[in-house]
């Protein structure tokens, strides 16, 4: 399994932007694919972001395309989640997660490493 640790959360306002990073550690990580999902309070974890091991193939949910983006280094063993426009409806706790195979998916249930979280507030 891959060890992950988020980083960068905080309070913003709405239309700010904040930067979410994940350092990996473990030997699946530069061979597999990440994931970031979220979990507002109430509500179910969502997907929100994914990328293959080679950068080459990304996801986006819906709600967050062409605001945020998903990237990774390999070298640094971290994974970024660049946010933009941040809307209120962006609260929630972020997540980061791991799967050992190369292509990444949107189902929580295929990750089988996940961080401890990290809480982003956006505020209106």
């Known amino acids: 399994q891959v060890q992950l640790v988020e980083s960068g959360g905080g309070l913003v306002q709405a239309g700010g932007s904040l930067r979410l990073s994940c350092a990996a550690s473990?030997?699946?990580?530069?061979?597999?694919?990440l994931g970031w999902f979220r979990q507002a309070p109430g509500k179910e974890r969502e997907f929100v972001a994914a990328i293959s091991w080679s950068g080459d193939i990304t996801y986006y949910a819906d709600s967050v395309k062409g605001r945020f983006t998903i990237s990774r280094d390999n070298v640094k063993n971290t994974v970024y989640l660049q946010m933009s426009s941040l809307k209120p409806e962006d609260t929630a706790v972020y997540y980061c997660?791991?799967?050992?195979?190369?292509?990444?998916?949107?189902?929580?249930?295929?990750?089988?490493?996940w961080g401890q979280g990290t809480q982003v507030t956006v505020s209106s």
């Open positions: 997660a791991a799967r050992p195979f190369t292509r990444p998916t949107m189902n929580a249930f295929d990750y089988n490493s």
């Open positions: 473990g030997r699946t990580f530069s061979t597999g694919a």
